[in-house]
């Protein structure tokens, strides 16, 4: 997918299936969103360059070239 001059990245269905239940765990989990960025999960945790946003993050963004 591409924005602009920026190619955005998806995950593996791996790695969202684990994103996806680290945020099913956290507290800032409110619905189908997080409550911390407002961003939608499944959103959200699809792209590479997503991270989560409590400090620390509960799961990285994953570094592309």
Request: aromatic letters at 4%.
């Amino acid at each position: 997918y591409q924005q602009g001059d920026v190619i955005l990245l998806k995950v593996s269905k791996e790695e969202l299936a684990t994103r996806l239940s680290i945020c099913e765990k956290c507290p800032h989990k409110a619905g189908t969103t997080c409550s911390k960025c407002g961003c939608v999960l499944t959103v959200k945790a699809a792209w590479k360059t997503s991270t989560c946003p409590d400090d620390p993050p509960r799961w990285p963004e994953i570094k592309t070239e």
